[in-house]
């Protein structure tokens, strides 16, 4: 049976991506022999020609997707051949067909259906008849002369106008299930459908949330991703109803010319049979499809967003390793205190009650001191929670009359609890209380933010913009995507990494991490990645794909603790003798690693693109690619939502990033936003360019809103800017459409904290 063949998706692929043939050749022969993306990104650069993850992502889309297409194509010749009506041309034109939706269109007329009006006029005799009228023979002959002969009282057909609409049914079936028909209706009303969305029956006038919905409509294919699942999630709480407005009158025009020829006799009938199966057949089943594209576009988006947020925060700078107490505040039932060393093991914990009354307050102190001095604690982590300035107050408070001067720094505490109950905490921590794990994943948090957000579940991080809204498949696909990123960016340690963490290291599965984790504490740490394959299953496959990205401190070989392959060793051991050095002194001497001609050891496996990353490997062994860890303090007169003062400026930490704005940490427990339009004084398209989850910034109070605990916040003028961005900001007037000053006024601000989908985190 006739098939794609690999060639023809190469050549496919080679269109849709605009990358090189070969580039195209050699990467899916890396990806079919199942070589992972980190890995193929970072070692395989001269077979890829340089291609990035996101390129190689791209490819392996499209390569899966035309795998689908493909299957999809025998499927349905399997099934139309079944029927006895797969001729040459239909065949042809299946092949043909690279678009899954254009497919789908060819096979609607032979796709098995249930009973419909068409079937059952079939049943009673009336084909010929639709055949007739549609061929239109016979001019002399007017339609009740032609249906006369069709009446059957044995079928129910007691009259003409029985037969005609018969006839008309099987012609309306046929004309909605032409691929031409179906293009023709997609395409006008993707092109110029508006999406509307009214109040449901019996909310018209009640008070919500989607009240700004309750007549509302716009270009389908303009909507915005947040508008477009503020709406459907709206629809699902039965408060909205929505639908799309198609360009009816062109629709009809376009579907006549297509369908029926001018010369039929019967073109005036016909043209009504065109409108019945328009707007019975054809309109419902295009806006089910359409209303599911836009979806999908808006799903698209919203993930979008969240794995740019996410990454923002996995990648956050590591204060590093210290010995950290992290304080998990509470007010009734007390804060939790645990102690870490510099490697992230749990010392020691104890509770304390300073907010629950005076006589608790010395007792707290003299605990939390004790906790500092018998563990010799370097740096403080609070958790940003419910208490969490005013511990961060008290412990700044003891930290100055014991005159002692340590780091402290509020830590996000986002999924905290998750990860506190989960079974990865819960293997860690077997007999500790739910809090105190809460507090040792505080305390590691400020160490190494990615080591401890991968043992919680992405979602629950609270970086994401409908997250319960969006395709759940696609999101976990696209977060897991991004968490193996940053893993593999960063590096792992292997002797102090947990299973979960390791689990993200390119080629290492679930239980090969767990395989890693059980033979380090039963053989000792690792003192050299050739180790790794006395793991059991453990092989040369994984090894191969995963020791670039493991690390070993204080290995017996010098390049375990780098980014250099082991594939590799023998090449850089070349280069330290051919320069008189051993190894070990190659390492880190930048004078001579700048003086080595990389030229001399360019082979058919590596290239310059290596080459050059191993030299700047062994420049920096073992580096961590992060930004250098800064502490941040809030304003210590600036508690709480009413300490706010229109015209503050404040520093603040970025906690979400929207399609609309920023959301801000003051300090305050509750998140500010900063609008598209207040993130700078220039045009912003995208507020990811200006900025970024975790990110310091400085902001000014536009806005408060006790009763409702809506801050609204500015970033604009050259006196208010991002942390780290020294470029000046040009002050100029900014152009702007009706539309887009009336988002820039205060009232659109404000409601768009609780129009946004955002779960703000009131504190």
Not at 94 to 110: F, G, N, V, W
Not at 706 to 727: C, P
Request: glycine fraction near 6%; charged fraction near 25%; aromatic fraction near 6%.
């Amino acid at each position: 049976m006739d098939r794609m063949n690999t060639f023809d998706i190469l050549q496919l692929l080679v269109k849709e991506t605009g990358l090189q043939k070969n580039q195209v050749v050699q990467t899916v022969g890396l990806l079919e022999d199942g070589a992972t993306v980190p890995f193929i990104a970072r070692y395989r650069k001269e077979v890829t020609g340089e291609l990035d993850e996101v390129q190689i992502r791209q490819l392996q889309e499209q390569l899966i997707y035309f795998k689908e297409l493909q299957e999809r194509q025998q499927t349905i010749l399997k099934s139309i051949d079944e029927q006895g009506k797969l001729t040459t041309e239909l065949r042809s034109q299946i092949i043909a067909c690279r678009q899954k939706t254009e497919l789908e269109d060819i096979y609607l007329p032979y796709k098995p259906k249930r009973r419909t009006k068409a079937t059952i006029a079939r049943e009673q005799g009336l084909e010929p008849l639709a055949e007739q009228i549609l061929q239109g023979v016979d001019a002399a002959v007017n339609l009740e002369l032609l249906a006369t002969p069709f009446i059957n009282p044995e079928h129910e057909i007691d009259a003409v106008e029985t037969a005609l609409q018969g006839a008309g049914y099987i012609l309306a079936e046929r004309f909605s299930d032409s691929a031409e028909s179906r293009a023709i209706v997609r395409e006008l009303t993707w092109q110029q459908g508006l999406f509307r969305s009214q109040p449901a029956r019996g909310k018209a006038g009640t008070v919500s949330k989607f009240e700004m919905y309750y007549d509302f409509s716009e270009p389908l294919k303009q909507i915005p991703s947040h508008r477009m699942l503020a709406m459907r999630r709206g629809e699902k709480e039965d408060i909205l109803r929505l639908s799309i407005e198609a360009p009816e009158e062109e629709i009809l025009l376009r579907l006549g010319r297509a369908l029926l020829p001018e010369s039929n006799p019967y073109h005036n009938w016909l043209k009504l049979v065109v409108e019945d199966a328009y707007r019975r057949l054809l309109a419902p089943s295009i806006e089910v499809e359409l209303r599911l594209q836009a979806k999908k576009t808006a799903d698209e988006e919203a993930i979008r967003v969240f794995a740019e947020n996410l990454r923002h925060l996995l990648l956050a700078a590591p204060a590093g390793s210290y010995r950290v107490l992290g304080v998990d505040p509470g007010l009734r039932t007390g804060s939790k205190l645990a102690v870490v060393d510099r490697t992230g093991q749990f010392l020691g914990h104890v509770t304390i009650y300073p907010h629950t009354g005076r006589g608790q307050i010395e007792p707290a102190q003299r605990e939390l001191l004790r906790l500092l001095d018998t563990n010799q604690v370097e740096m403080v982590a609070i958790g940003n929670g419910t208490a969490g300035r005013e511990m961060d107050q008290f412990v700044r408070q003891c930290l100055k009359m014991a005159g002692k001067k340590l780091p402290v720094v509020m830590v996000s505490e986002a999924g905290a609890s998750i990860y506190s109950a989960s079974d990865i905490a819960r293997e860690e921590f077997p007999d500790l209380d739910l809090t105190v794990r809460g507090a040792i994943s505080i305390a590691r948090r400020l160490q190494d933010p990615l080591a401890e957000l991968v043992k919680v579940d992405p979602k629950s991080i609270g970086v994401g913009q409908y997250q319960h809204d969006v395709s759940q498949t696609a999101l976990k696909k696209s977060l897991g995507e991004v968490v193996e990123s940053c893993v593999n960016y960063v590096g792992v340690d292997l002797n102090t990494a947990s299973w979960a963490l390791l689990s993200f290291v390119a080629g290492i599965s679930e239980s090969l991490a767990k395989s890693i984790v059980s033979y380090r504490d039963e053989n000792g740490t690792f003192i050299q990645r050739q180790q790794l394959l006395k793991v059991p299953r453990f092989g040369k496959k994984a090894f191969e794909q995963a020791a670039g990205f493991l690390r070993i401190r204080n290995a017996e070989h010098p390049l375990d603790n780098t980014a250099v392959h082991p594939e590799r060793y023998q090449l850089v051991q070349q280069m330290a003798t051919d320069v008189g050095l051993k190894l070990q002194q190659l390492v880190a001497d930048q004078g001579r690693l700048d003086a080595i001609d990389l030229n001399r050891y360019v082979a058919d496996d590596v290239g310059l693109p290596t080459l050059r990353d191993i030299i700047n490997e062994l420049k920096k062994p073992g580096r961590d690619p992060r930004e250098t860890f800064i502490s941040t303090s809030f304003r210590e007169d600036v508690m709480e939502v009413k300490d706010l003062k229109e015209g503050m400026n404040l520093n603040g930490i970025v906690t979400n990033v929207a399609a609309f704005g920023a959301f801000v940490d003051l300090g305050v427990h509750q998140d500010g936003l900063v609008h598209i339009s207040q993130l700078a004084d220039r045009f912003i398209k995208d507020p990811n360019t200006v900025v970024k989850v975790g990110q310091q910034v400085q902001v000014r109070v536009l806005e408060v809103d006790l009763q409702r605990k809506r801050i609204a916040l500015t970033m604009r003028s050259g006196e208010v800017k991002a942390q780290g961005n020294d470029r000046k900001i040009e002050q100029r007037p900014v152009v702007k459409s009706k539309k887009v000053q009336s988002q820039n006024t205060k009232t659109d601000l404000a409601a768009a904290l609780e129009k946004s989908g955002f779960r703000v985190k009131k504190r």
